[in-house]
Structures are given as C-alpha cells and as structure tokens.
C-alpha cells in the first residue's frame, strides 16, 4: 500500500490519476470481505475553497465507474474531524484547500492515521493533504524575515514561511502548485534557511507515490527534489534542485 502525494489541480477526465490508489483500497477491502471499497474523503471549507465544484466533482472522479464508494466528510475552517470518519474505510483521501485549516482539521485524527497507514491503508493527499503529510508541514507564507520567497497569492493566509507537525506518513517536506504557483522557490528558500532538510515540490496533475519500492511519478507534471548541500561543519552551504518526470 502506498502514500499518493497529489499537487493539485484535477479535471473530470483524469481519474487514470488515482487508479493505483483505488485498486489498493479494493486489495484492502477484499481483505474483509467487502467487493466494493469504501473510500473516506476529508475536506475542510474556508471562504468556498476548495469551490463546491471540487467538493462534488473530485469524490466523483475517485468514484468514477462505480469503482468504490466515496464517504465525503465536510467541515469548516475551525472545525476538526470526528475520529469515526476513519470507521470502516478501505483508503483516505484528504483533501485541498488552506493548508493551516486542514492541519488543524486533522489534529484528532494524527495518531489513528499514522496507525491505519502502517497497516497498509491507502493514502491520498491532495494539495493541501499532501503538504501535511510530512512530519513537519509547510503550511504556506510568501516571507522568510522581509525577504519574498514566493508569490503572495500562494501564502495560504500567512505572512512568514511557517511549519507545523504533520501527520507524519512522510520524512520529507512537501510543497504543492509547484510550477503553477511558483511554490518551488519556496522550499528551496526553506531548505537554504535550515527550516527544513530539502523535500519535493510537485506540480499539479502529478503524484508522488511513495511506497516500500522506488518513488513512482504518475501524471502529466514533475516532481522537484530539493537537497541542502552542507560543509564539513554540517552547516548548510547551498541547495541542489533536480526533477522527477512522470513514468
């Protein structure tokens, strides 16, 4: 089972993009005795994002064909999950949208997710899903001190470049958007200031799989890895960028 770290972006003819997701929470249903599985998709609205376009079109792509049953949680900004949306579901997807609001969401749910993961359940994130997923979040911010590092479109409500604790499925800091918003810069500039050691920054239409094999690109974007470069004193120097394409 797999880790799937989605960039963003979606369309109604792309559900090719989620396959490997859905027929491993079909092999995890089986498991029990279930034909079809049931997936449970998280989402947190502020200020309609994601629009309500996102909220009942991408659970409809994950279904596409009656492939799997979709549970659809909504809650506001503010708000957090019930631990029982994690009851009975064969994989999860947790949304897009801002990324501080989802962290804050999920807060209930860390150690029961970190939990079903290791037990080989399925994983999505998406944009704002993927970006907590690392153990330490980069939940958003276009300033590092007065310095720019990104555009301030893509701030998620935050000034300062700023980190919380993720739901830790991940060892490396996710960025998303990347080349659509310009996030990659971002990391790169974390990475340089010691706020976090190098991750990836992955465009939209693209996931990440990280599984027990080699990292897997999947879709239409790239995946840009970010690496300090440190000297004999362990004191970082510079930052290595490099890309995955799309298998």
Do not use: K, N
């Not at 498991?31 to 909220?55: F, Y």
């Not at 079109?57 to 900004?77: N, W």
């Not at 019930?82 to 064969?90: A, I, Y």
């Not at 027990?212 to 690496?227: D, H, I, K, P």
């Amino acid at each position: 089972m797999s880790i799937h770290l989605v960039g963003g972006g979606w369309a109604p003819d792309e559900p090719g993009l989620y396959d490997l997701f859905v027929a491993e929470a079909a092999a995890r249903g089986r498991a029990v005795g279930r034909d079809v599985p049931r997936v449970g998709v998280l989402v947190v609205v502020a200020d309609d994002s994601p629009s309500e376009e996102w909220r009942t079109g991408f659970p409809a792509l994950i279904a596409s064909g009656g492939r799997c049953e979709v549970v659809t949680t909504v809650v506001e900004a503010g708000d957090v999950f019930d631990t029982r949306v994690l009851s009975d579901v064969d994989g999860l997807v947790v949304g897009g949208g801002l990324t501080p609001a989802y962290l804050e969401a999920v807060a209930p749910l860390v150690d029961q997710v970190r939990l079903l993961v290791s037990d080989g359940l399925p994983y999505v994130g998406f944009s704002a899903g993927a970006a907590i997923a690392a153990d330490r979040a980069l939940l958003g911010g276009w300033l590092i001190g007065d310095v720019p590092v990104c555009p301030q479109d893509a701030a998620e409500d935050l000034d300062e470049v700023e980190l919380g604790e993720g739901l830790g499925l991940v060892d490396l800091a996710v960025d998303v958007h990347a080349a659509q918003w310009g996030t990659l810069t971002r990391l790169v500039a974390a990475t340089e200031a010691g706020m976090v050691r190098g991750g990836v920054a992955i465009d939209e239409h693209t996931a990440l799989v990280v599984g027990e094999g080699a990292l897997t690109v999947l879709g239409r974007g790239s995946v840009w890895r970010v690496e300090p470069q440190v000297d004999e004193q362990g004191d970082v120097v510079g930052v290595s960028v490099g890309s995955l394409g799309a298998e």
